[in-house]
């Protein structure tokens, strides 16, 4: 496995920038909060389920593939606090 990007960084690369958007008119179109889809840009907050169908329907994506960046990247970011979990054995 290797480090996958926010989908937020992905987002800003690959649709916002190529058409020129700015944050605060991508939100609008979207129909969310500025303050809200800067939080996703930035890497502060993941996708949800609710914005992946947005995102799906103003980029003609898929939700799903929102939604598997977003667990890509939890996943990797959770992997690399392995060695900070105490687990019990289960006595297999």
Known sequence: ??????????????????????????????????KALSSILNGRVGVSPLMAIRFSLAFDTSAESWLSQQVQYD?????????NLHILATGK
């Open 1 to 34: 496995m290797y480090n996958p990007p926010h989908p937020g960084e992905v987002l800003k690369q690959l649709c916002l920038e190529p058409l020129n958007l700015t944050v605060t008119a991508a939100a609008r179109s979207l129909g969310v909060s500025r």
């Open 75 to 83: 996943l990797w970011q959770a992997e690399m606090n392995r060695k």
